[in-house]
C-alpha cells in the first residue's frame, strides 16, 4: 500500500545522469516494489529486474560510480549498496545502516573528487563518503534554512545543487561546500529532483505543486513545463541522450518525456505499472563499457575510430 504524500516525502530520491559512458537502457529505482528495474530508453519497453534482494528495500537514490558499478540507497535505513553496473549482481554494503547519524538516503551523485553526496533528509544536509571504500568523510552542506534534502545535481564548474522538499527551494553550494543562494519558493512546493540541461538552466521538480520550473543561474524563472493531466507528483528526472527529459510520475507509477528545450509533452515513455514498478523515484543509465585502451590505439591508428556519443556530465 502507498503512503499519502505527507508521509512519504521523505522517501523520495532524485534520478542522476550517468557521466563518461555510454546511454545503454533506462534503470528505475521502484520504491515499493523494493527492486531496479530495467527498460529500453528508447521503446520504454520492460526487460526485466536489474537489481533486488539482498535487503534491498525502499530503494531511493541510485547512481553509477566511477568503477562502472551501481550504487542504491535505501531510504528507510540510509544503507547504501553496490551492484555489478551490467549484470546487477550483488556486491555487498558500500555504506552500513545509520551511519552519520542519517536514516534514509535519499538522492545520490558521485562528485568531481570521485566521493559519493548523499541527501540525508532526516539530518537536512549533504553528507561525502570515500568513493572508494565509502568511509564516511565530512558534512558538506547544512543550514542557511535547508529542510528535507532530497535531489542533487552537480555542475560543470563544482557547484553542488540541492532539492530541499521542505523548504520548497533548490540550493546552491560551491565546490568548497560554502553557500551561495536559493532558487524558488513563493506559492510551488515540495522541490524534490534538480537538473542543469544543456543551456546551464536550472530544472527543478515541485512534487506537491506537479510542476517543472526553471530558473537561470541568476535566480530569475525561465519558464515552467510539464504542467499536464499526466504528471502527478514528479520526483526524478534525467536528461536522455536525445536531449529529452524523463520525470517520474510517482503518484501514476510511470515515466513521462518532454522536450527538454521546448517543455512540450512527448508522451509516456513507460506505461502505469509497467514491469511492476510501484513508486517511481529515480534514473539511471546502464553503463556500457569502452573499448579497452589497446583496442582504442588500434582503432585510432587506422583512423577509423570515431567519438562515441556520451552523456553529458552535470
Not at 300 to 313: D, E, I, K, Q
Amino acid at each position: 500500500m502507498k503512503f499519502t504524500l505527507a508521509a512519504a516525502i521523505f522517501g523520495w530520491g532524485i534520478g542522476l545522469s550517468v557521466c563518461g559512458a555510454d546511454a545503454g537502457d533506462l534503470l528505475v529505482s521502484s520504491r515499493f516494489s523494493n527492486n531496479v528495474l530495467r527498460y529500453d530508453r528508447q521503446s520504454g519497453a520492460f526487460k526485466g529486474v536489474f537489481a533486488s534482494g539482498n535487503g534491498l528495500a525502499n530503494p531511493n537514490g541510485i547512481a553509477y560510480g566511477p568503477d562502472g558499478n551501481l550504487y542504491v540507497g535505501l531510504g528507510d535505513t540510509g544503507r547504501i549498496m553496490k551492484f555489478q553496473g551490467q549484470t546487477g549482481a550483488y556486491l555487498g554494503n558500500f555504506v552500513n545502516s545509520n551511519v552519520a547519524g542519517f536514516s534514509g538516503c535519499r538522492g545520490m551523485v558521485f562528485g568531481p573528487d570521485g566521493h559519493l553526496y548523499v541527501a540525508g533528509a532526516n539530518i537536512n544536509s549533504v553528507l561525502r563518503f570515500d568513493g572508494a571504500n565509502g568511509a564516511f568523510k565530512d558534512v558538506f552542506a547544512s543550514g542557511n534554512g535547508m529542510v528535507g534534502t532530497v535531489g542533487l545535481t552537480f555542475a560543470s564548474n563544482g557547484d553542488l545543487y540541492v532539492g530541499a522538499a521542505l523548504s520548497n527551494a533548490a540550493y546552491r553550494f560551491n565546490s568548497s561546500g560554502q553557500f551561495i543562494r536559493t532558487y524558488g519558493g513563493g506559492s510551488l512546493s515540495n522541490v524534490t529532483g534538480v537538473l542543469l540541461d544543456s543551456q546551464n538552466r536550472l530544472i527543478t521538480a515541485y512534487s506537491v505543486s506537479n510542476r517543472i520550473q526553471r530558473y537561470n543561474l541568476n535566480g530569475t524563472t525561465a519558464g515552467s513545463f510539464g504542467v499536464t493531466g499526466f504528471l502527478n507528483t514528479p520526483i526524478g528526472m534525467i536528461l536522455d541522450p536525445d536531449g529529452n527529459l524523463l520525470v517520474g510520475s510517482f503518484g501514476t507509477d510511470s515515466v513521462l518525456k518532454y522536450n527538454a528545450t521546448t517543455g512540450a509533452f512527448i508522451g509516456t515513455l513507460i506505461s502505469s505499472g509497467s514491469g511492476g514498478l510501484d513508486g517511481t523515484h529515480n534514473f539511471a543509465f546502464v553503463q556500457v563499457p569502452g573499448p579497452s585502451p589497446i583496442a582504442t590505439a588500434l582503432f585510432a591508428g587506422l583512423g577509423t575510430f570515431s567519438r562515441r556519443r556520451r552523456v553529458s556530465c552535470q
